[in-house]
């Protein structure tokens, strides 16, 4: 199994659409990447987790699932950086490939000793923003697939019953 470890605020920084959103509102940011990366969860089947530092958010560590994704907020003197790779120790084994979403420099190369690959917010964007485009055409090719009527009919019959619907003769 894959695991893809997302430093959230390196990611609301760096994505046009979050930063916009941050400066309205950093609770808004926070809940639509965790909504982007449920997508993205549920597209490539990858387990997603979400590092947020405790920014913001008083008292003891949270940790909880939202949109199967599950999210985590550090400890007040931890840092986002320092449970990330906390958690590419303890995930890593021969089965599973960690993936870690940064852009912070220093990160990388800290999460690269750790035996963890990295995805900088860019390379993170410009995927998603494929999975979206999959998306819409596996919705599109399904909506055409699926016929309009469970009996087929032909299309003067179905105007007829289009005009009782609607109460029409």
């Known amino acids: 199994m894959d695991i893809l470890i997302v430093d959230g605020y ?9 930063i916009e959103l941050k400066m309205k509102d950093l609770a808004s940011a926070r809940d639509r990447l965790i909504e982007i990366m449920a ?19 008083k008292g003891i560590e ?11 907020f550090t400890k007040i003197e ?4 320092e449970r990330i790779e906390k958690l590419a120790i303890e995930l890593s084994n021969r089965r599973t490939q960690i993936y870690v979403a940064t852009s912070d420099y220093t990160e990388q190369w800290a999460i690269f000793g750790q ?5 900088s917010a860019r390379e993170l964007l ?9 998306i819409g ?10 016929p309009a009527a469970k009996i087929p009919l032909s299309t003067e019959v179905a105007e ?3 005009k009782w619907r609607r109460g029409l003769k």
């Open 10 to 18: 390196n990611i609301i920084g760096a994505w046009p659409e979050l």
């Open 39 to 57: 997508d993205y969860q549920g597209f490539t089947g990858q387990k997603v987790i979400i590092v947020f530092d405790a920014y913001e958010v």
């Open 62 to 72: 949270k940790r909880y699932q939202n949109h199967k994704v599950e999210v985590i």
């Open 78 to 81: 931890e840092t986002a950086d």
């Open 115 to 119: 035996g963890a690959l990295r995805l």
């Open 126 to 134: 410009i995927e998603v923003q494929a999975i979206d485009k999959n």
């Open 137 to 146: 055409k596996s919705l599109k090719t399904t909506r055409e697939k699926v």
């Open 160 to 162: 007829i019953f289009e």
